[in-house]
């Protein structure tokens, strides 16, 4: 279970990125499949991250600590993507804020709720 | 006389089109005369096809005077956001990246407008790639608002706004991820209304987010917001997003009676820290509709508090998704807001993705709940008036506030649940419009244009335009 935790980090451009990748080979569809299961996972088990804030757990299913923690620029550098310098530091405050954001979602409160994305098998609405 | 005409709206020339009594020529000449005069002082244009336009003016004429008049849109000129396809013609979404991409099909909203016998005389400048509220483009130039060239005319449909209000369009479309739409409506003193999610195809619109954009008009007149609302609205197979839900003669339905009518006003939400020259028009609006027999509702949409996050997250995340490869592979053709942007988007989890997603569907359900008490929800579009160009920041009652954080904060909730939402114009302060926002149930457009349509007839803005004399 640990493991789907870890990979619960997963960026959400990854899952946009694998839902490209639906029409190829079965890597593509195995990784789509992964990454959607691992990131529903770890929203239904987040409750247990904030009982134990001080868990690896909780640092690493919310990417803001470990962006952080670890350096913004090096995360999207291992993403292929090159950072200006002058970004680094919006950057760094732009996650901060982002963080605030995410500590007025209360997720008790959302827990009933489904994502309701639909998809539609076989690409037509009926 | 060209002045004149280039100001009226879809329903006073379509008759007059009719009638015979003016020639598309005569207009799209009319029109293109003030492209002329004063685009090299706005920048609404990313180009101006004269040629084209005309000839297109001249097949109308011709087919008019043969009686083979097609209806309301026919000769009538318009230029459009360079995010839609044209088939065979260059669409740039306002990059460097695109500059010299051919889009080999029509969208869906193109073809319907061609078929109603529109007359294209070009393409509008915008936010690069539709990501940003200002349309200061680092490729095109800043586009400047009409009524005051020192100020942003919003964004991203920036191009659009300021070409119906310097009348260089006679109306328009734009495409409103986060309020694209309705900010540069609200900032040009113009309508612009957001249908409901699924009402109008977006095929052929270059994606920012594909789970909150949506296309819609941008129009001088409630009327004209509504007829265009009938030729565009409809299912579209090609569009995986559209919904099959009868459109409606919202144009014939309006009527200002407003006698009944509840309006609900979420004061903690929508009213919180807002620039009192704004409040005090928007407030001023709401007691002139008391007057006339409507309702004032306090209502409570509790998860509005989290919407700012899932606007945040669902909006760059997909966006980043779009332009992942670019971001990789030529991240210097992006400009530094939106290649910032685009970073932040790819910092976001799939946690984050997930909850935003969550917070929608509570704010679908909170906002339905809602609309079992009151007919329709009203609030300032924006919570200041236009910046100056270059700022970042806003203020607001003195207060220095970041520009991006302000600036969607009322309209991303109708991104977020879908909703149709429109901007109309309810006064002007320090010489800026200002523009109030009308939020109604789902594919219940009508409801919207009906409260438009009374707000309209007030006259809040007493004939107040841009000063043309100014510019050019």
Known sequence: ?126 | MNEELAAQSIGELAPKLRDKQVSPVELTEAILSNVDAYDSDINAFIRVQKEQALESARQAEQEIQSGNYRGFLHGIPMALKDILYFKDEPATMGSKIHEGFIADFDATVVSKLKLSGVTFHGKLNMHEYAWGATTTNPHYGACKNPWDLSKIPGGSSGGSGAAVAANMSIASLGTDTGGSIRIPASSCGIIGLKPTHGRISKYGCFPLSWTLDHIGPMTKTVFDAALLLEVLGGYDPKDPTSIDRPTQNYSGGLNEDVKGLVIGIEESYFFKNVDNRVNEAVQNALQQLEKLGARIEPVRIPSLAQAEFAELVTITTEASAVHHDNLVKQPEKFGEDVRFLLEVGELMSGVDYVQAQQIRRKLDLDFAAAFEKVDVLISPTLPFLSPPIGDSTVDINGQALSFLDEVIRFTGPGNLTGLPALSIPCGVRDGLPIGLQIMGPAFQEEKVLHVAYAIEKLELMKGQKPSMKAIG
């Not at chain 1, 080979?25 to 009982?51: A, C, H, Q, T």
């Not at chain 1, 979602?105 to 609405?125: C, I, Y």
């Open chain 1, 1 to 126: 279970m640990k493991t789907n935790f870890i990979a619960g980090i997963c960026y959400v451009n990854e899952l946009n990125l694998a839902c490209q990748e639906v029409l190829l080979p079965e890597r593509g569809f195995i990784r789509l499949e992964m990454i959607l299961k691992i990131s529903e996972l770890s929203v239904n088990y987040d409750k247990l991250s904030i009982d134990s804030p001080d868990s690896h757990m909780f640092k690493i299913t919310r990417m803001g600590g470990l962006a952080m923690a670890d350096g913004i620029h090096k995360i999207l550098e291992e993403r292929g993507i090159q950072v200006p310098e002058a970004h680094q530091q919006m950057l760094a405050q732009q996650m901060q804020a982002v963080q605030q954001l995410r500590e007025t979602v209360d997720n008790s409160q959302l827990k009933d709720f489904d994502m309701a994305l639909t998809h539609v098998p076989g690409g037509e609405r009926p």
